[in-house]
């Protein structure tokens, strides 16, 4: 399980607001999602409210062009309120993924599956 939060910072589309993941460091940390395996990205902190946690195969999702990924990924509740989450169970051959955010451009960054 992963911890979400938004906070300020600066990755590589610029400035503003970003997601952070508790245990990894920096703003929009690249993260490594093995496949065959589980992951829950919990968005229950207030600071992720008003900002979805999803996948694309497109770097910035929708807003680079791109649509959702939906395979394996299930969502739950309001993001900034309790229990809120993004589940993603990696599909064997999953391709790399981007996760961002489905309203505001620049918040996410790269989600290898190797």
């Not at 508790?22 to 992951?39: D, F, K, M, Q, V």
């Not at 309120?81 to 990696?90: D, E, M, N, R």
Request: proline fraction near 4%; glycine fraction near 16%.
């Amino acid at each position: 399980n992963y911890t979400v939060s938004v906070a300020s910072g600066t990755n590589s589309y610029g400035s503003g607001n970003k997601y952070y993941v508790a245990g990894l460091s920096g703003a929009s940390p690249t993260l490594t999602l093995n496949e065959g395996s589980t992951y829950k990205f919990d968005q229950s902190d207030n600071s992720n409210s008003g900002h979805p946690f999803r996948f694309s195969t497109t770097a910035n999702g929708t807003h680079g062009g791109g649509s959702q990924y939906t395979t394996g990924v299930t969502t739950s509740g309001t993001p900034g309120s309790s229990g809120a989450y993004t589940q993603i169970t990696v599909a064997s051959g999953a391709p790399t993924l981007y996760y961002y955010c489905t309203i505001h451009s620049g918040m996410g960054g790269l989600a290898n599956t190797p």
